[in-house]
T-cell receptor
Framework: AQSVTQLDSHVSVSEGTPVLLRCNYSSSYSPSLFWYVQHPNKGLQLLLKYTSAATLVKGINGFEAEFKKSETSFHLTKPSAHMSDAAEYFC??????????????FGQGTELSVKP | EAGVTQSPTHLIKTRGQQATLRCSPISGHTSVYWYQQALGLGLQFLLWYEEGEERNRGNFPPRFSGRQFPNYSSELNVNALELEDSALYLC??????????FGDGTRLSIL
């Protein structure tokens, strides 16, 4: 069975400082992994996706994530936080893997706060 | 390109009533997914429709049902509403083997 665990329920950073949101996955196969962001009262927006083409994945708005098989991790990073980055972030795995048409399994979410 | 659209934005019902939620996918997308985002329970997969057929179903009772129409739009029906059905219901669409794109959801409140 596929699953993801987000290690922090809440992360607070200052504007202009780096962001690190941590995610570990569990999969019997090579997984298809995603990060989505949800702003208040909005749906989910796809930030980036990993589908085994490259271990370092670049997404929108300056975010990137690195797939580390040895650590079963897929952490999301951004060099410099902006106030508009404040939102809830979800690490997601597709089930079945290698098929982005499958159902998505979500982590519990990490709320990112950005202080001025 | 218009995104995934969901209607209504908000829906207020009482226990025992029935609710119908609607979703229009992005043009060209043939798959539609429904998810429930309930307070304290996170985001959970409900249903997946592709080419008019139900492909997969999450761990929800049969009173949660839906369908996909020939134009690929979809309805989610919830019968015999219970208080714990209060949640944000999100619809997503995708082309075959492509990432899912989400609408802004329908907030269902049960009084």
């Amino acid at each position: 069975a596929q699953s993801v665990t987000q290690l922090d329920s809440h992360v607070s950073v200052s504007e202009g400082t780096p962001v690190l949101l941590r995610c570990n996955y569990s999969s019997s196969y090579s997984p298809s992994l995603f990060w989505y962001v949800q702003h208040p009262n909005k749906g989910l927006q796809l930030l980036l996706k990993y589908t085994s083409a490259a271990t370092l994945v670049k997404g929108i708005n300056g975010f990137e994530a690195e797939f580390k098989k040895s650590e079963t991790s897929f952490h999301l990073t951004k060099p410099s936080a902006h106030m508009s980055d404040a939102a809830e972030y979800f690490c997601v795995v597709s089930d079945p893997p290698r098929n982005q048409g499958g159902k998505l399994i979500f982590g519990q979410g990490t709320e990112l706060s950005v202080k001025p | 390109e218009a995104g995934v659209t969901q209607s209504p934005t908000h829906l207020i019902k009482t226990r025992g009533q029935q609710a119908t939620l609607r979703c229009s996918p992005i043009s060209g997308h043939t798959s539609v997914y429904w998810y429930q985002q309930a307070l304290g329970l996170g985001l959970q997969f409900l249903l997946w429709y592709e080419e008019g057929e139900e492909r997969n179903r999450g761990n929800f009772p049969p009173r949660f049902s839906g369908r996909q129409f020939p134009n690929y739009s979809s309805e989610l029906n919830v019968n015999a509403l219970e208080l714990e059905d209060s949640a944000l219901y999100l619809c997503a669409s995708s082309r075959s083997n492509q990432p899912q794109h989400f609408g802004d959801g329908t907030r269902l409140s049960i009084l």
